[in-house]
T-cell receptor, first 109, second 112 residues
Framework: GQNIDQPTEMTATEGAIVQINCTYQTSGFNGLFWYQQHAGEAPTFLSYNVLDGLEEKGRFSSFLSRSKGYSYLLLKELQMKDSASYLCAFTGGSYIPTFGRGTSLIVHP | ETGVTQSPTHLIKTRGQQVTLRCSSQSGHNTVSWYQQALGQGPQFIFQYYREEENGRGNFPPRFSGLQFPNYSSELNVNALELDDSALYLC???????????FGSGTRLTVV
């Protein structure tokens, strides 16, 4: 079957670095998304990894290991506005994203 | 401005009633998916439409149905509402060749 797992909640300090992990199981795999969702708002696209390795985009980087069914989102130089839920989602043969429950990140001063 | 708009933003309905939620996608976005997001959970896939045909369905009963129109708008209909249907309903669209989905801000449905 299909399964995706990520931590429920994480806390970090402003200016620090945080890594949010995501593991998944699926029989067919095409790619892995990361979305950011502030409370009461729509999810916004952060990254999409298809191949193994690290992709960097400003303060945010995303890593994928297809053989391990593992991804992480790395946030550097944390800001208070980064407090949000971070959603991991994979696409299988249907290209329809299957989402995890999200990781609530709390950034404190 | 996300380019995907949903209406209404909030809605309160009584158990047993029917509801229609609407989504207007960006021009050229011929793929639309609907998701249900309960509080503290990730979005759960309801169904997807591609060029006005249902293209995939999640684990939701038949009382959840949808339509997609040629003008890139779509509807989610839910019959015989249950208390557990209370959630944020998200619409997400993409162009055929895109991998990234653009989400609307959602409709918060409360069933009492």
């Amino acid at each position: 079957g299909q399964n995706i797992d990520q931590p429920t909640e994480m806390t970090a300090t402003e200016g620090a670095i945080v890594q949010i992990n995501c593991t998944y199981q699926t029989s067919g795999f095409n790619g892995l998304f990361w979305y950011q969702q502030h409370a009461g708002e729509a999810p916004t696209f952060l990254s999409y990894n298809v191949l193994d390795g690290l992709e960097e985009k400003g303060r945010f980087s995303s890593f994928l290991s297809r053989s391990k069914g593992y991804s992480y989102l790395l946030l550097k130089e944390l800001q208070m506005k980064d407090s949000a839920s971070y959603l991991c989602a994979f696409t299988g043969g249907s290209y329809i994203p299957t989402f995890g429950r999200g990781t609530s990140l709390i950034v404190h001063p | 401005e996300t380019g995907v708009t949903q209406s209404p933003t909030h809605l309160i309905k009584t158990r047993g009633q029917q509801v229609t939620l609407r989504c207007s996608s960006q021009s050229g976005h011929n793929t639309v998916s609907w998701y249900q997001q309960a509080l503290g959970q990730g979005p759960q896939f309801i169904f997807q439409y591609y060029r006005e045909e249902e293209n995939g369905r999640g684990n939701f009963p038949p009382r959840f149905s949808g339509l997609q129109f040629p003008n890139y708008s779509s509807e989610l209909n839910v019959n015989a509402l249950e208390l557990d249907d209370s959630a944020l309903y998200l619409c997400a669209s993409s162009r055929e060749s895109d991998y990234g989905y653009t989400f609307g801000s959602g409709t918060r449905l409360t069933v009492v």
